[in-house]
Nanobody, 124 residues
Framework: QVQLVESGGGLVQAGGSLKLSCEASGRTFSNYAMGWFRQAPGKEREFVAAISWRSGRTSYADSVKGRFTMSRDNAKNMVYLQMNSLKPEDTANYYC?????????????????WGQGTQVTVSS
């Protein structure tokens, strides 16, 4: 059974930084791409970042490119999202995701599993 547990959210002032962590369990971590999505109240869930299963290549939403960095540590079954220069519009619940299928970089709903989320609030 796949489990994803996020941590690291909180309240931060605009311009500040936070680092989100996600611990995965239940299967061979290195065989699966990972991603981060977010959802703000009253808005649709949106893609934030993803990291491939094999090369570690990353991709980002335009809204976070240059400010957020995603990484993974296969030895620890962990992924991270370093968020810098945070803006009030980054306020959302952030979800760690992983592909349902191995050896795939298709981190897209509905082909992913989700964690419970961690709240990030950026004050102006």
């Amino acid at each position: 059974q796949v489990q994803l547990v996020e941590s690291g959210g909180g309240l931060v002032q605009a311009g500040g930084s936070l680092k989100l962590s996600c611990e995965a369990s239940g299967r061979t971590f290195s065989n699966y791409a990972m991603g981060w999505f977010r959802q703000a109240p009253g808005k649709e869930r949106e893609f934030v970042a993803a990291i491939s299963w094999r090369s570690g290549r990353t991709s980002y939403a335009d809204s976070v490119k240059g400010r957020f960095t995603m990484s993974r540590d296969n030895a620890k079954n962990m992924v991270y999202l370093q968020m810098n220069s945070l803006k009030p519009e980054d306020t959302a619940n952030y979800y760690c995701t992983t592909t349902k299928s191995p050896f795939s970089d298709n981190v897209r709903w509905p082909d992913v599993y989700w964690g419970q989320g961690t709240q990030v609030t950026v004050s102006s």
